[in-house]
């Protein structure tokens, strides 16, 4: 019982004045155990001093000394540290070398002053000036005193205390081990720091390869399919030239038609690769709380043409609110919906939007009665570019649904479609959730889909 109060007040004290900057929390634990070391081992030599008869001088000096050290922890708790530093390495040297003028020394004091320039060193490492500025004074104030000693007797007769000298190379050689106990410590941290520093570096240049490989492969593709509209635009604009030249305006609305087919399939890979450039242009995206169930809004607002044109009931149950990246959100919910309205040959198609939560996971699914997937194609669709079908059965790029996986892995998440062909399909968004912002409706999230 009496061990474990030891330790939980040692344990107490050597955390006396610390704070977040770990670096120099070790400084202050390892002042705060100085002190409380030497200062307790200078009250034990007053106590013997008194008692075996030694000198007022002697036991006033070990007193004041020990009641010195002590002090550091007082300034520490009130977060005066810088005090507390220069006590320990400008006043306390002062004072020994005061006392060895005064009573001629053998009191143990080459131990003190010799750790005391690694106490010096190891305050202050990192402020040179003042780390040489206090130097040069332990050495002026060592050197007077032992000038006082050469030339003039002790000011007074000290008896020996067959003690002191035992007592401060053990307190020394105890602090020393302090002090090298710290520096273990230290290299350990920055050999961690070290081991994290060059994981993250591997980490990030990892991700730099892929994001390489992928910029090439895009590139590539991006300009191959760019350049194929394109070649059809210049080809049935040179014909439309050739016709009016020869006043021969027969097909002439038929190759207008073919050269503004061409220019919207560029405008919609234009759109798409802007789309695409924001999304993966390396800036960390702002997250807020944000409601679903205004996105589903907005997307229903933006797809009002095509929604209109084919008919579409698009049912959007009760969505929750969740942290994340607005934009983001927007080009999922937008992808998914727009694909479900594109492949889909019914006279009314029907999308159905609906969430739950799942094992602390945000599931979002988006269900369509369209032309359905064949399973073989599963992981094909959320390539880029990759398409099932031509641009004169179904108009696009084939980069939504792999800009939508992309910003899915991004987030942690995983996305996955069940599809049946001539019946549907159901792509299922699932993302994890952030416990502190996610703001969640009980009635929200017991919505079903039925």
């Not at 004091?109 to 320039?117: A, G, M, P, Q």
């Not at 003042?130 to 002026?140: C, D, E, I, N, V």
């Not at 049912?315 to 929750?320: I, N, Q, R, S």
């Amino acid at each position: 019982m009496v061990k474990e109060h030891i330790i939980n007040f040692w344990n107490q004290v050597k955390l006396l004045g610390t704070g977040e900057n770990s670096e120099e929390n070790d400084t202050i634990s390892l002042m705060n155990k100085m002190g409380i070391l030497g200062g307790s081992a200078c009250i034990v030599m007053f106590f013997i001093s008194t008692t075996t008869g030694s000198s007022i001088i002697y036991s006033i000096m070990a007193l004041f000394l020990g009641l010195t050290l002590l002090l550091t922890l007082v300034l520490n708790k009130f977060n005066k540290t810088h005090i507390s530093k220069l006590v320990v390495t400008l006043f306390i040297p002062a004072l020994v070398c005061l006392y060895i003028a005064i009573s001629g020394g053998a009191f143990g004091e080459n131990s003190i002053l010799i750790v005391s320039i690694f106490i010096i060193y190891t305050y202050y490492k990192n402020e040179p000036k003042t780390m040489t500025k206090l130097y040069l004074a332990g050495g002026f104030f060592y050197l007077c005193a032992q000038l006082r000693v050469f030339f003039f007797p002790p000011l007074f007769t000290v008896g020996d205390n067959p003690y002191d000298e035992f007592v401060a190379f053990v307190v020394c050689v105890i602090w020393l081990l302090m002090i090298i106990s710290l520096y273990q410590k230290q290299i350990v941290r920055q050999k961690e720091e070290q081991e994290k520093l060059i994981s993250e570096l591997q980490e990030k240049n990892g991700s730099l390869i892929k994001t390489t490989e992928e910029l090439e492969q895009f590139t590539y593709i991006a300009s191959h399919d760019l350049k194929s509209p394109l070649r059809t635009i210049i080809s049935f604009l040179d014909l439309i030239k050739r016709d009016v030249t020869r006043e021969r305006y027969d097909d002439l609305l038929s190759k207008l038609d073919f050269a503004r087919s061409g220019a919207e399939q560029m405008n919609y890979l234009v759109t798409d690769i802007l789309e695409y450039s924001k999304i993966t242009s390396g800036t960390k995206r702002k997250k807020k709380v944000i409601d679903l169930q205004t996105i589903a809004d907005k997307v229903r607002f933006n797809l009002t043409d095509i929604l209109e044109k084919k008919k579409v009931d698009l049912y959007v149950f009760p969505l929750p609110k969740f942290y994340g990246n607005e934009t983001e959100m927007t080009v999922i919910f937008q992808n998914f919906i727009e694909n479900g309205v594109k492949y889909n040959e019914e006279n009314t198609p029907n999308i159905f939007v609906k969430s739950n939560i799942e094992n602390d996971r945000l599931i979002l699914q988006f269900i369509d009665n369209g032309i359905g997937i064949e399973e073989q194609y599963f992981e094909k669709i959320f390539l880029f570019f990759k398409r099932l079908h031509t641009n004169e059965h179904y108009k696009g790029t084939g980069l939504g649904l792999g800009l939508c996986k992309k910003i899915i892995d991004d987030m942690d998440g995983t996305v996955s479609v069940e599809s049946t062909m001539n019946v549907g399909s159901t792509f299922t968004v699932s993302l994890p959730i952030d416990q502190e912002h996610l703001i969640v409706q009980d009635e929200v999230l017991s919505a079903e889909y039925s």
